[in-house]
């Protein structure tokens, strides 16, 4: 008797120590939470899908200079089928909204010629997967890398002449809403000059990075 409550205590503190499974959002489900799929299954499956998606097309955008229909709309659709099909009409609310938030960050680079559409649909995937609040900081955090990839490239190059020129062509771009929006510092315009780098590889990144931080938690309060 006194060895099963010794043994039931220690399971009890064993139990209290460890860190909750928690769903991808942050919430750790209730009890009788009735879920399709274990919220780490769920991450994982999340998880390989967003690898495989940014493995593929930035093989296509670094071959094709595009990412192709198909891919990006798979991606999105299964993220909001998972999404739905594990927390319901919430999780397709958090999954559209993801979707929404990128497409409205992206699409006026788009507009001013600074993205390729296959671009701002390809995070727009991402955001049915990840929701609104990942899918800002992974754009976020691949403006900071996609910068930093493109000036090594140039200064790898010795090209100091390259790197004045383009930050010139870019005050330029800002100086006037006319100059914004025409092909003044375009994707196409800077490839031509320098080489374009396909926009989906610190895309890619980015996302991945904040991703395996949020799973993992080495990343506290991503």
């Not at 299954?41 to 493995?55: D, N, R």
């Not at 993220?79 to 497409?103: D, S």
């Not at 992974?138 to 090594?152: F, K, T």
């Not at 062509?169 to 809403?177: I, N, R, Y």
């Amino acid at each position: 008797m006194v060895c099963r409550l010794v043994t039931s205590h220690l399971a009890d503190g064993e139990r209290r120590l460890r860190p909750p499974v928690r769903d991808f959002d942050g919430v750790v489900p209730a009890k009788d939470a009735n879920y399709a799929m274990s919220p780490w299954f769920f991450q994982i499956l999340m998880l390989t899908v967003i690898a495989a998606t940014a493995a593929l097309a930035c093989l296509s955008d670094y071959r094709h200079h595009r990412i192709p229909n198909w891919l990006v709309a798979s991606a999105a659709g299964f993220g909001l089928i998972a999404h739905a099909v594990q927390h319901g009409l919430g999780g397709l609310t958090f999954a559209l909204a993801g979707i929404g938030l990128a497409f409205a960050c992206m699409l006026p680079l788009w507009f001013m010629r600074m993205m390729g559409a296959g671009d701002v649909k390809f995070m727009a995937a991402v955001g049915a997967w990840v929701g609104p609040q990942l899918v800002l900081q992974s754009m976020i955090l691949a403006a900071l890398l996609g910068g930093a990839i493109a000036l090594a490239m140039m200064l790898a190059r010795g090209n100091w002449s390259a790197v004045r020129a383009n930050f010139g062509v870019m005050a330029l771009k800002f100086s006037s809403a006319r100059s914004a929006f025409s092909d003044i510092g375009s994707v196409g315009s800077l490839g031509r000059s320098n080489g374009a780098m396909p926009y989906a590889i610190p895309l890619s990144l980015g996302t991945l990075c904040v991703l395996v931080c949020k799973m993992t938690g080495w990343w506290e309060g991503i």
